[in-house]
């Protein structure tokens, strides 16, 4: 068995050709599979590896299969439409402020998502904070009248405070999606592991006033991936298990191009954090600046690009705009791929 030091990084080099080699691994208990690996090391270029030459105790983190994570499986793609019930948002600013609005645009998005997620706070890049009883004020109502009207998909509420966390829940939502990771405000961690809610951590830098203002890394993948590793342990500290934990590597979030197309190339890397991963790329801009498409809401192919792109990595939550479209690109993708019709 080959032996690898301390500072090492692995990532298996995803496949989804059914034709596997002999000895291929499965990736994260999932659809995905791998026979090499990618050593990652600061300062030094990359090398390939092949997994049997792993000990089971290496590949243990890549290869086990991931928990059910807010009473979904994770053994398949999982789809969170995204609904802001805000002015601002850098693509659906102010489409769906008013309750009925949201409600509508939720049931919508129900017949292909897997998982509603609600924010009531932009954070786009110069987005300014918003007050506690405003965020509150924003999305609480939209989640009561969601499971009201009798909405029993997981409803995620994205928002960096605990006071809004803790009134979502109480309204229905029942996972909490933080895209400061735990770290904005210091009562959201406690208030989690109390509520025993799976969390998603998300990486970013800074604040979304300033997160875009030259960031900069030593290396852009290997940066992230230790951020999000003591994010992680920073909230098993504070009494979250593991199995409730997701993790998001933040695209767009104090990222430049170059840093956003560096992480999807390389995503499976995330893996060896041992939880599901999300990917929330959907309309961004640097998809607008590849794409040659300056308003957001027309970038929805090259979304579905980079969604299937994650997915083909084995990303297990893929964040979207477009619930319908992205649903049926998967079930095509997925039938290619799998050789039956999803």
């Not at 030091?5 to 791998?34: E, H, K, N």
């Not at 509150?136 to 006071?163: F, M, N, Q």
Request: aromatic fraction near 4%; charge should be negative; charged fraction near 20%.
């Amino acid at each position: 068995m080959m032996g690898l030091s301390l500072g090492q990084y692995l990532r298996p080099i995803a496949m989804t050709d059914p034709a596997r080699p002999v000895g291929a691994a499965q990736l994260a208990g999932g659809w995905c599979w791998f026979d090499r690996i990618e050593v990652l090391e600061r300062g030094q270029p990359p090398r390939i590896v092949v997994a049997s030459d792993l000990s089971a105790e290496q590949l243990a983190p890549l290869t086990a299969a991931r928990s059910d994570f807010g009473g979904l499986s994770m053994d398949v793609p999982r789809i969170m439409g995204i609904l802001n019930v805000t002015p601002d948002s850098f693509s659906d600013g102010g489409q769906f402020l008013r309750p009925e609005a949201a409600v509508m645009q939720a049931r919508q998005m129900a017949a292909g998502a897997d998982i509603v997620d609600i924010g009531g706070e932009s954070t786009r890049p110069g987005a300014v904070e918003v007050a506690v009883a405003e965020e509150v004020a924003r999305t609480a109502p939209v989640i009561a009248a969601l499971r009201e009207g009798g909405l029993g998909l997981p409803i995620s509420i994205d928002t960096r405070k605990a006071a809004v966390a803790q009134a979502a829940f109480g309204a229905g939502a029942s996972i909490l999606n933080d895209v400061t990771a735990l770290q904005f405000d210091p009562a959201m961690g406690r208030m989690a592991a109390e509520l025993g809610a799976p969390v998603i951590l998300m990486h970013s830098i800074a604040t979304p006033e300033t997160m875009q203002d030259d960031p900069y890394y030593d290396d852009v993948l290997l940066d992230v991936y230790d951020a999000l590793a003591a994010r992680v342990a920073e909230a098993e500290a504070a009494g979250i298990a593991r199995d409730r934990i997701a993790v998001d590597p933040g695209i767009g979030f104090g990222k430049t191009l170059a840093h956003n197309l560096a992480l999807l190339n390389r995503l499976s890397l995330f893996h060896g954090l041992g939880v599901p991963v999300l990917l929330g790329a959907s309309r961004k801009r640097f998809i607008g600046t590849i794409g040659a498409e300056a308003e957001a809401a027309r970038r929805m192919p090259g979304s579905l690009a980079v969604a299937l792109a994650g997915v083909a990595q084995g990303v297990q939550m893929i964040r979207v705009h477009d619930v319908a479209e992205t649903r049926q690109a998967l079930s095509l993708w997925r039938a290619v791929t799998e050789g039956g019709a999803r």
